[in-house]
């Protein structure tokens, strides 16, 4: 049995603690992938104290040079791509052709951040007074702790990670216990880039390990994307201790289709919103919002499609639909698959696939659908995290859009229509941090901001440019140079 280590100053480290867990192939339980060590307060403090040290130089390498780096980066995920996409399938499940889409998120964001590298633009701007400059320019923060999940093993980490490190601070990386084998490939590929020992580091464990982190006191920053439950805690103890906190959370995220629609695109676009990665991303379509002219004939051949799709293991080029990650999961989405019929909701289709034998070792849930939710339901308001899709009714625009907001998440939203002042008030009104005109709710660019309003996040964006609000801080600088003491207008009024 293959055992893995930490990262820690450059170095693979045998953990502190002599536990370990298991790596296991959610489409075949019977298969242990590796062990990998469950990592206590001294591996964290060892990995935050190289990062700690590994600052106080890396801060001061230029940030081109920086992004030289990262770019090589690039270019070796580019390089092992086919590699890695099977080792991420292999311990969490989503068919290959989804694991490469995941590295090439990666990939982009080491390009973008290479570039950035020669701008992290600040602003000169006039001064109130004679002969003085004003201007303002962007500081790394220091230690990053960056606690992620794993149904984007790389992508996700790399939103947090390239972004911070490109703009000088140091990184500790605690990545899913369910996604830990990816978690080597980063490091090898930063390693192999060109990344000075301790600027990046990794522990692998499970909540006490990410505790730890957030408790380090060395720790600056935390970067977080997982349950909206942990969090909230890891918000809270942030907000005791006085670090900053990026937290990207739970959604429940609506496709409106009006009567207007081009409903063979919406029909694509659903099938993939909601069953695309078994429905397990922040941004899965898990509530669909119809017309009622259009409902009855809608959902018989969205049955008819999602009973087609191929579930199987991800490694086959033929499945279309992976097993969910882990047991807990599995018995979560059971759970409110009896908690919607409890409710009095109709289920169409789904369940387990108990009838066929390929699937027996394997986390597999069938894709599910129910309709007649409405909003006081559980199943329309809660994050289920699998492929459960809760269809509702609706006999308006202004309706639909009632029924999209009633919701205390806000990650993505999208409606299919083809009348052009229903999408603009739409792209208005609709309570979200992304919405997609005639698209589904998932399939975010690494370029551009992503990140969730009301209980998704606490308002900050990863991507694109605005990631650099969380990973740096403002410096603003005042040059007089008029050989003069010059009061600032707040000291020198009559
Ligand atoms: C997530 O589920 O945590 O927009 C991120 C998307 C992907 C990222 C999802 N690019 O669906």
Redesign the pocket.
Known sequence: MKSFNNYIGGKWTDASANSRFENINPADNTEILGLFPLSNQKDVDDAVTAAHNAYKHWKLMPAPKRGNILRKAGDIFERRKEELARIMTREMGKPVFETR?DIQ?AIDTCYYAATEGRRLFGYTVPSEMDNKMNLSFRMPIGVCGIIT?W??PI??PSWKIIPALVAGNTVVFKPSEDSPESAVVFAEILEEAGIPAGVFNVVFGKGETGAALVEHPLVSLIGF?GSTETGKKIAGRCGELNKKCSL?MG?KNPQIVMDDANLDLAMEGVLWGAF??TG?????TSRLILHETIHDEFVATLKQKAEALQLGSGLSESTQMGPVVNKKQLAKIAEYVEIGMNEGATLVTGGSPSHDPQLQNGNFYLPTIFTNVTPQMRIFNEEIFGPVLSVSKVNSFEQAIEYANHCTYGL?SSIFTSDVHKSFIAMRELESG?TYINAP??????HMP?GGIKGTGNGHREGGWTVFDIFTEWKTVYVDYSGQLQRAQIDNQD
């Not at 397990?280 to 899965?284: I, K, M, N, S, W």
């Not at 709710?441 to 690494?446: D, F, L």
Request: charged share 15%; net charge negative.
């Open positions: 889409g998120e999940a149904n984007f992508a996700v994307t990207e959604g695309g990665t397990q991303r922040c941004t899965a993505s992304i709710t998932i399939g975010a660019e690494a992503f």
